[in-house]
């Protein structure tokens, strides 16, 4: 966060030049910061207080490695069917093979777009969702989670850069600049949630 010694300390551009980066940087997760504490405050009100978002968000799995929205958005949403099934989160993260039964879809499929390969697309994951309802046996399936499926999806494209040939080439993570907004946008609510389930820790 930047306060405001910061920029009465900034003598010269090429001090205050970071400072609007990270500025702007800040108005922008805000954004989604906001939206995170009143959605997830509401659809997750029995789980332990958390910044929903982040957990699509690009995520480190190696040195070399990449967990990316898209990814993630499909790995949370068959635990949050396995939560709603069993009420237990899955041991681990699940696999494409998993993924790929879960949601009716050829394994290669499947892995194409647990990869990035191919482009999840909101209209896509939302013609999906009741697949993982009917493979958990759930009469009545989870509630779509619109906010989070369009911030992933929004995140794949804008937080993750890829080559044609679909290399890696840049990301942004969330860093714990984000965690302050979305704790200083709760702390606005006029009723917080005191939800005590937790969640699972693979979830990150």
């Given amino acids: 966060m930047v306060r405001a010694s910061d920029w009465e300390d900034a003598e010269t551009w090429a001090k205050v030049f970071p400072l609007a980066d990270k500025f702007l940087t800040a108005i922008f997760f805000d954004q989604f910061a906001q939206v995170d504490a009143i959605w997830g405050n509401d659809f997750f009100s029995r789980l332990e207080p958390r910044p929903v978002f982040a957990l699509v968000a690009p995520k480190r799995s190696g040195p070399a490695r990449l967990e990316k929205p898209g990814r993630r958005l499909l790995q949370t949403s068959y635990a949050l069917h ?54 958990f046996g759930l009469k009545h399936g989870v509630t779509f989670p619109a906010p989070l499926a369009a911030v ?19 990301f942004i993570i969330l860093d714990s600049g984000y965690d302050q907004l979305w704790r200083w946008r709760r702390d606005g609510l006029a009723a917080q949630s005191t939800g005590t389930e937790p969640w699972a820790s693979w979830m990150g």
């Fill in 82 to 135: 396995h939560w709603a099934r069993y009420r237990t989160w899955p041991a681990k993260p699940p696999r494409p093979g998993e993924l790929a039964d879960a949601l009716g879809m050829r394994p290669e499929d499947a892995s194409n777009l647990f990869d990035g390969t191919t482009k999840l697309s909101f209209q896509h994951f939302e013609n999906r969702w009741g697949h993982f309802a009917t493979h």
């Fill in 152 to 170: 992933a999806i929004y995140w794949q494209n804008t937080l993750v850069s890829v080559t044609p040939e679909h290399k890696l080439r840049s």
